[in-house]
């Protein structure tokens, strides 16, 4: 059988690029600021999550979605919060993409946020190729991971800007390796931020929820002027 | 991916299905070393819940939609797999393309695939098998160029290719780069199809 080649020069993230590009246009629009955070089931995404929203809500409007492959339990936890809070059950992918985060957002008007928070899968990979139009990607690494899993997932500390280091309570006890650590992150993203807290005991939530506050403020400035 | 590939046809059976294929009896399931990738498929669509698993004890999986009747299988470390996703992605830019141009029939695809995307190439293939079924591109052949990691040493002032393991850290050197030249690729390259 005579065979012809067909060229599709494609990146396979152009549909999910273009759609976060809009995305990004609405919360520039509304100044809402966004931020995605990544990492491992069990790190202790929901707990920092729910602390956040929890500090935040008193002086802004701040609101999540969660992306759970199977179950809403994370969402229920964090709805007790206060916050308003969706769900994203993804089924059988492994990460949010723009169009999920599109589509969630139908019929509830985020726009009308300060800050919107977006827990993605448990997952160090498939997330990372994922643009969703956040302003800040996080990478959280708890301590009783392995100090080396920046270099396992390169891709998803490279791409996020801060790395929040969480459970520091137990840092101790687990016998994390604080130098180890901040060298395995600087070996994928040299001059990254991070930050170290314990989202249960309150330690090191200080720096972030200044962190925080600062970027909502000054995305509502640009979007205002 | 060392190891069998196991794809289940169906919910109810996958610990008979899995003991079938690794030729054990139910009550030699502990015996099974490793499992690196579990494909469940559901009746309406050809994936469902896809997990890795590192090891096969008595219990309950998570994800499993039904519990099997004998044993079943525990995770120690569940990771989605990554390559489903990918597989249906380039399964889709495909299915387009051939609807513009009136193709019905593809016989290969040629991808692009950088070191940082997180593929495992094996787990690709198997799962570009399980995403093809009963579509154009059902039983073809998935061609995949790897593309190893390059970064720029501001140092050396020199293109550099990182040891596998050590991050962006540059080989020669020791210094860590921010640059990434090539490693990031998950692209589609071109397609056969018949004349």
């Known amino acids: 059988m005579k065979m012809r080649v067909v060229e599709i020069a494609g990146n396979l993230m152009i549909k999910n690029d273009a759609l976060a590009a809009r995305l990004r246009g609405r919360f520039a629009e509304s100044g809402t600021f966004v931020v995605n955070m990544l990492s491992s089931p069990g790190s202790g995404k929901t707990t920092l999550l729910e602390q956040t929203l929890r500090r935040l809500s008193s002086t802004y409007r701040v609101g999540a979605l969660v992306g759970d492959q199977a179950t809403a339990n994370d969402s229920q936890r964090l709805a007790r919060s206060g916050a308003p809070v969706r769900q994203i059950t993804t089924g059988a992918e492994c990460r949010l993409d723009a169009e999920m985060i599109a589509k969630a957002l139908e019929g509830w008007d985020a726009t009308g946020l300060d800050a919107l928070f977006i827990e993605n899968v448990g997952n160090l990979i498939c997330p990372a190729e994922y643009d969703l139009g956040e302003d800040l990607r996080v990478a959280l690494l708890s301590v009783t991971e392995g100090e080396d899993k920046p270099l396992k997932y390169p891709l998803a500390f490279n791409s996020s800007r801060l790395a929040v280091i969480t459970k520091s309570d137990i840092a101790e006890a687990v016998g994390y390796d604080r130098a180890a650590a901040r060298r395995c992150i600087e070996q994928v993203n040299p001059g990254m931020a991070v930050l170290e807290l314990s989202a249960r005991t309150g330690d090191g939530m200080e720096a972030w929820m200044t962190l925080i506050a600062e970027r909502i403020r000054s995305k509502a400035f640009t979007a205002a002027g | ?195």
């Open chain 2, 1 to 195: 991916m060392q190891g069998h590939a196991i794809r289940f046809l169906h919910w109810r059976n996958t610990a008979t299905v899995t003991a079938t294929l690794l030729g054990a009896e139910p009550n030699e399931y502990s015996r099974i070393p490793r499992i690196n990738m579990i494909l469940c498929c559901s009746n309406s669509r050809n994936y469902g819940v896809v997990a890795r698993y590192s090891r096969v004890t008595r219990g309950r999986a998570p994800g499993l939609q039904s519990r099997p009747r004998e044993a079943t299988l525990v995770p120690t470390e569940v990771e989605p797999l990554h390559e489903i996703t990918v597989a249906l992605s380039l399964l889709e830019s495909i299915e387009s393309t051939a609807a513009e141009q009136g193709i019905e029939r593809v016989n290969a695809v040629h991808v692009r695939v950088g070191a940082l995307s997180g593929i495992v190439r094996d787990a690709l293939l198997f799962s570009w098998d399980v995403a093809t079924a009963r579509t154009i591109a059902e039983g073809s052949q998935l061609l995949v160029e790897e593309v190893p990691l390059v970064v720029f040493c501001e140092r050396c002032e020199a293109e550099r290719a990182p040891h596998s393991g050590t991050g962006l850290l540059c080989p020669a050197c020791g210094t860590p780069s921010a640059h990434i030249l090539r490693g990031r690729e998950m692209q589609l390259v071109s397609m056969e199809v018949p004349a």
